[in-house]
């Protein structure tokens, strides 16, 4: 009966032990959004991104999960302090009231998506006069365009999506369509046929260049916290090489 008992107390020792482990560890829970191939619930490690907030989160013992929405619930859920925060987001005066910013955890370029079957070169945005250009909706596209736009350098034609636009782009109704390179590759990939995708190439120009960072919502205690943690989680991975792995990995075909 002793040595029953006394191995009762090392099974409830151990218990006792590895669930203070579990306690000790902390968590964060985020919002995201659909925008291969850096965010999916879809995806191979729920994409780029969410895989580089995953893996300098862990570099600190911090445990992620995910939650994927719309990406108007996502921001919404997040600013509300339901959830602690959202990957990943550009830079807005709203948003910087409501949330602390990361520092960058992709830098992405966007590109003029054509046809082959047009001769199309541009140097500046005073080149594109008589361009009717595909933007997505919700999305920005960086001070210059947003800027030349205003000016009304050129047309925009805005879409409900960026495979919206791509369909678009092929029946004619837009001339150019301006997107992240990454994304545009995805998306050609995913949603059109390969007949359709063999008419469809892109500038080497980028149009502009973007940052996009995780948010914490600053009605959560601690956040300011696990903000720095994680600036200090991504700052390890770049230094390693496995930020610049991520994207290789994408490239060989892990995503």
Not at 170 to 193: M, Q, T
Not at 213 to 229: F, Q, T
Request: hydrophobic share 40%; proline share 3%; with cysteine.
């Amino acid at each position: 009966m002793r040595g029953r008992l006394s191995a009762l107390v090392v099974v409830i020792f151990l218990f006792l032990g590895s669930l203070s482990i579990v306690v000790a560890g902390e968590s964060i829970r985020l919002t995201s959004g659909d925008w291969p191939p850096y965010t999916s619930e879809l995806l191979k490690r729920n994409g780029i991104a969410s895989y580089i907030v995953k893996q300098a989160f862990a570099l600190q013992g911090v445990n992620v999960e995910f939650g994927f929405f719309a990406w108007r619930r996502a921001l919404t859920l997040a600013r509300a302090g339901w959830w602690h925060g959202s990957s990943v987001w550009s830079w807005s005066k709203e948003r910087d009231e409501n949330f602390y910013y990361s520092e960058p955890v992709l830098e992405p370029k966007d590109y003029f998506f054509y046809l082959k079957s047009r001769d199309f070169d541009w140097d500046s945005f005073d080149d594109l006069g008589n361009e009717t250009i595909g933007i997505s909706e919700g999305y920005y596209y960086g001070i210059p365009f947003e800027e030349a736009k205003k000016a009304g350098k050129f047309r925009t034609e805005v879409g409900s999506s960026d495979t919206v636009n791509l369909k678009k782009l092929l029946d004619g109704r837009i001339s150019l369509f301006v997107c992240d390179l990454n994304v545009g590759l995805a998306v050609l990939s995913r949603d059109l046929l390969p007949a359709e995708r063999k008419r469809i190439t892109y500038h080497p120009k980028h149009t502009s260049l973007m940052a996009y960072h995780l948010v914490l919502s600053k009605k959560i205690p601690g956040n300011k916290a696990l903000m720095e943690k994680f600036n200090n989680g991504l700052a390890e991975l770049k230094q390693s090489g496995a930020y610049d792995q991520a994207f290789e990995d994408y490239r060989g075909g892990k995503y």
